[in-house]
């Protein structure tokens, strides 16, 4: 099945107020203090950042999702969204936008009480010209999330020579064959980038670790099957043998254990040394 009738291209595109101002007065002001030429920029705060924390944690949380459940395709910023993971990420997509907007309405809620609490904390740098009215405010934060079929180099039709449409035909097909091959090696440079740093850990009886140790390489297990949408039956074999073998034993058991620790960075390095032939030249 081609590669089109299994995945899609999906965007996220999050914008947010960075509350903040170039101030030209005060940059030359400082310069001329210092005697010092195009020395720097200074940059007002005008909403303290503690009350866009929630807003740019929820905004940073659904990008890093977007890019461990989709795959590498474009520079234009479109990931490939393989179908069968579409409902998983469609639901947490909308989840986070949910709470993203959220969050942007109790902003512009308390936005009038944060604009004097600026102008107390600012003094004479405060300038109502820098905030904006509360209508162009709200337009300056947007999550947007949207899904495009993948090309079809069977579907380009236009008006030119024979010969001219199958020559570009030819160049989608390429390029399509590119992108794919490149999304599925980014699932082998992240499996091999966990299960690296595993062995690195474990392998220095000195070396301290998180919990997350065991619990991201788990995850990606479960996740992999979702996003291999070549069906790559040598990844789906890696994946099984890393649960198998690497995710047995929390990461409490790991530090307790001597023995177990070093057999499991024995068998991590084993099968990196397996996966070696799967990455990409560098």
């Not at 310069?31 to 720097?40: H, L, N």
């Not at 395709?73 to 709470?99: E, H, Q, T």
């Not at 809620?109 to 600012?122: F, S």
Request: charged share 30%.
């Amino acid at each position: 099945m081609s590669i089109n009738k299994k995945a899609m291209l999906v965007y996220l595109n999050i914008s947010i107020w960075t509350a903040r101002k170039y101030d030209k007065r005060v940059s030359r002001e400082i310069e001329a203090k210092y005697q010092a030429d195009e020395a720097g920029r200074y940059n007002k705060i005008l909403i303290a950042k503690a009350h866009l924390a929630n807003i740019q944690k929820i905004s940073s949380a659904a990008r890093s999702f977007h890019y461990e459940n989709t795959l590498p395709w474009d520079d234009k910023g479109g990931r490939l969204l393989p179908a069968a993971n579409y409902f998983n990420y469609i639901s947490n997509i909308r989840s986070f936008k949910d709470a993203f907007e959220r969050e942007i309405n109790h902003f512009l809620a308390v936005y009038p009480n944060l604009k004097e609490e600026a102008r107390q904390r600012l003094h004479g740098l405060f300038n109502e010209e820098d905030y904006p009215d509360p209508g162009s405010l709200a337009a300056k934060f947007a999550f947007r999330n949207s899904i495009l079929p993948l090309p079809a180099a069977q579907d380009f039709r236009v008006e030119l020579r024979e010969s001219e449409v199958e020559s570009i035909r030819e160049s989608i097909k390429e390029q399509i064959e590119a992108s794919t091959q490149a999304a599925q090696h980014d699932l082998w440079q992240r499996i091999f980038k966990v299960v690296s740093h595993m062995s690195e850990r474990l392998s220095d009886p000195d070396n301290k670790f998180k919990n997350s140790l065991v619990s991201n390489i788990s995850e990606l297990c479960d996740l992999f099957p979702k996003l291999n949408v070549t069906n790559d039956a040598k990844l789906d074999k890696a994946v099984a043998e890393i649960k198998a073998k690497l995710t047995v034993h929390d990461s409490q058991v790991l530090r307790e254990n001597d023995t177990i620790r070093s057999q499991t960075a024995v068998e991590a390095q084993k099968i990196m040394n397996k996966m070696r032939d799967y990455l990409p030249a560098a």
